[in-house]
């Protein structure tokens, strides 16, 4: 995880997973994607692996990443967004580096202790990442990680925010009250 820079406009200070948008460069590294790809995931895998070696130093190969989840914004949220997230197996001995740039740190943390650490306020982390990390304690290992991946079918996501600004929850699509307008 890669800890966002302290003068980042968007969730500064805040623990992530490597990402973000995808550049022109990408779409047009995506021209003939591998089967059962098509051109717009093949551009965000190959994003997410740009992504991954500029803000933390690994690098890992756009094949190889799996699609896990994907989440989209609140409509209350003045600044959207519609996130991938992917899970990889790292290389052998890779040493993380975060960029200086756009993350300030940089720590290999397994989801367990994500929690711990974000449960004690010693990490800040974003609704979405913590949903994740709570899947991905399940899983024995990045073998049973990888596994599960191949099986997954990605559905976007759309929390949906019930109630008003002084008393309000956020809902997830199948518990009870989510709106289906």
């Not at 997230?85 to 397994?110: K, Q």
């Not at 956020?170 to 009250?177: A, D, K, R, S």
């Amino acid at each position: 995880m890669l800890k966002r820079g302290a003068d980042a406009k968007f969730m500064p200070g805040v623990w992530v997973f490597a990402g973000g948008v995808v550049d022109p460069e990408d779409r047009d590294a995506a021209g003939s994607p591998p089967d059962g790809l098509d051109h717009d995931e093949w551009a965000h895998m190959i994003c997410g692996a740009r992504e991954l070696v500029e803000e933390g130093g690994v690098s890992v190969e756009a094949a190889g990443l799996r699609a896990w989840s994907r989440w989209i914004t609140p409509l209350p949220v003045p600044k959207r967004f519609d996130t991938r997230f992917y899970v990889a197996r790292a290389p052998a001995h890779a040493r993380p580096e975060p960029d200086l740039v756009e993350m300030d740190e940089v720590r290999w943390i397994g989801p367990a202790e994500a929690l711990r650490a974000a449960e004690a306020d010693e990490l800040d982390i974003s609704f979405p990442t913590i949903r994740n990390l709570e899947e991905l304690v399940e899983f024995p290992d990045a073998d049973a990680v990888l596994a599960a991946a191949e099986q997954r079918t990605v559905e976007p996501i759309l929390p949906k925010v019930v109630g008003d600004r002084d008393s309000f929850e956020v809902l997830l699509p199948g518990q009870p009250g989510y709106p289906e307008d």
